[in-house]
């Protein structure tokens, strides 16, 4: 039987029974599973890692069908576009326009303060390949925003999707991002030698 997290009642549902039995038909058949708990947080920054191949989206996807929640995720303007806009924004996708005189980190924040509730997950490293590094970007808009940050680990050893425990963001940026980055050490990744 999958463990799937109960879903606290500060997140907002999402889908139906059939799209919940979807997502977990599909982790179980894959071989995935869940561990750790769901925080009671209306707002969240989700840390996933590591992240070095594009099937951790699909991963993800099928995790937030298999709980039922509305979780977000970023991505360049230029992909919310006919005739798939709606389709991206449906599974929770926002677009972040890049030439803004708005930077990143500032419409992010404003995106936080403009909702009541919202669970944004990012992927800090930035790209697939080996980096040895997060980008610290997630700190600056969690501190900015004065939201949590939620440790999802992927591990593809155990293939499970890991919900750690809350992260709060102390200013110091380099320290702060090198406590997230060696917490996902634990995790196996999909390609470990890119993390």
Known sequence: MLYIP??????????????????????QWM???????????????????????????????FGMLAVGFKGHWLGKHSLFVWPIQGLMTRLGGIPVYRHA?????????????QKTRLHLAVTPEGTRAKVGKFKNGFLRIATSAGVPVALVGFDYGE??????????????????ERTCYQYFTRFT??????Y
Not at 12 to 23: E, I, S, V
Not at 159 to 165: C, E, H
């Open 6 to 27: 109960p879903l606290p009642s500060s997140w907002d549902a999402f889908g139906n029974g059939f799209t919940r039995w979807l997502g977990r038909t599909i982790l």
């Open 31 to 61: 071989g995935w599973s869940f561990s750790g708990a769901l925080p009671d947080q209306p707002k969240l920054m989700f840390v996933v890692a590591p992240h070095t191949s594009n099937w951790d989206f699909f991963i993800g996807l």
């Open 101 to 113: 005189p708005l930077g990143m980190v500032e419409q992010v924040v404003d995106q936080f303060q």
């Open 159 to 176: 293939k499970k999707i890991v919900f750690g425990g809350l992260f709060y963001p102390t200013g110091d940026l380099l320290q702060d």
């Open 189 to 194: 990744a999909k390609h470990p030698q890119n």
